[in-house]
């Protein structure tokens, strides 16, 4: 029997949904944002990833789509060799930041301007040039089966990925429903566990939930904000949902302490948190084996 699974070009099928997203990430976009990223404490999402990740002692490690340094810092203070590569200037420079407050980490990190696109032999970055390679919620390129053979050439021993599996981390998915509101779940990592069965590799595949908590300092400003998830024919959700915030929001004890990203938070909170699941997929990167194929 045939097996249309496996018969799949799934970065064929990638491709053609990279063409109907909205616009493709852009540098400029991140440098703008760059300045409400400041790790100065180890977020839990992180820990998870850290986790799973598995990094033995001494590993040395390439940080692909680094940001701000969540992980790259983290893992420098625990005593790794870490290449930091960011396509966002600002991001680096506000690395580079992180890296001056903690102090200690001179050597440990290496920052480098690096797009999922680029040359990354001639940018430096050999093969098999480090123990890990890990790219944590930042694969942006339309050819998602050379970003994943990139990482598989680069790491002597282990890729770590994560990429979304439920609604989109812009969504609070449960404010979507309950307003009413139609929701499209990520399915990234279907294709990527797919490419990489396709490469010869054995993925494994594990979930983090990642909460979060959204503050605003009144209903209006709630309303604002929340809006912005109001698209692809949900725009006629606005008094929907600037009921469900009237009902839902509540004082915040935190008010004005620095909440995500450094800013400060809000007057009032929701009761409930939002919740973002991201699949985490690794695979080692020794000698691939042959998909099986069925006549």
């Known amino acids: 029997m045939r097996s249309l699974l496996l018969e799949t070009d799934w970065n064929e099928e990638w491709m053609r949904r990279q063409e109907l997203r909205r616009t493709p990430d852009d540098p400029a976009q991140w440098d703008a944002r760059a300045r409400h990223f400041r790790p100065r404490e180890t977020h839990p999402y992180a820990q998870d990833f850290l986790a799973l990740a598995d990094i033995r002692p001494q590993e040395s490690v390439l940080d692909m789509g680094c940001g701000a340094g969540s992980l790259a810092i983290p893992l420098a203070r625990a005593g790794h060799n870490v290449v930091a590569a960011d396509f966002s200037s ?26 999922w ?31 994943l053979t990139k990482l598989t050439v680069t ?48 993925p494994e595949v594990s979930y983090i939930d990642s909460p979060r908590r959204d503050t605003f300092d ?40 620095p909440g995500a990203k450094g800013r400060p938070q809000g007057r009032y909170m929701l009761d409930h948190e939002r919740i973002t699941r991201w699949a985490f997929i690794a695979w080692s990167t020794g000698e691939p084996e042959p998909p099986e194929l069925h006549p």
């Open 90 to 115: 600002r991001m680096l420079e506000t690395l580079r930041e992180g890296i001056r407050y903690y102090g200690g980490l001179d050597g440990r990190i290496d920052t480098l301007q690096l797009a």
């Open 117 to 147: 696109d680029d040359d990354w032999q001639a940018a430096g970055i050999a093969p098999q040039s480090v123990d890990v390679a890990i790219a944590s919620r930042s694969i942006a390129t339309r050819d998602l089966k050379a970003a």
């Open 155 to 202: 790491a002597r021993r282990r890729c770590c990925i994560t990429l979304i599996a439920g609604a989109s981390p812009h969504l609070d998915e449960h404010i979507m429903r309950a307003i009413g509101a139609s929701v499209t779940r990520g399915t990234d990592y279907i294709y990527a566990f797919n490419i990489l069965v396709g490469m010869g590799l054995r």
């Open 218 to 257: 009144s209903l209006e400003d709630g309303v604002a904000d929340f809006a912005r998830m109001l698209e692809d024919g949900n725009e006629h959700r606005v008094d929907e949902l600037r009921s469900y915030l009237a009902q839902h929001m509540v004082d915040n004890p935190h008010a004005g302490e």
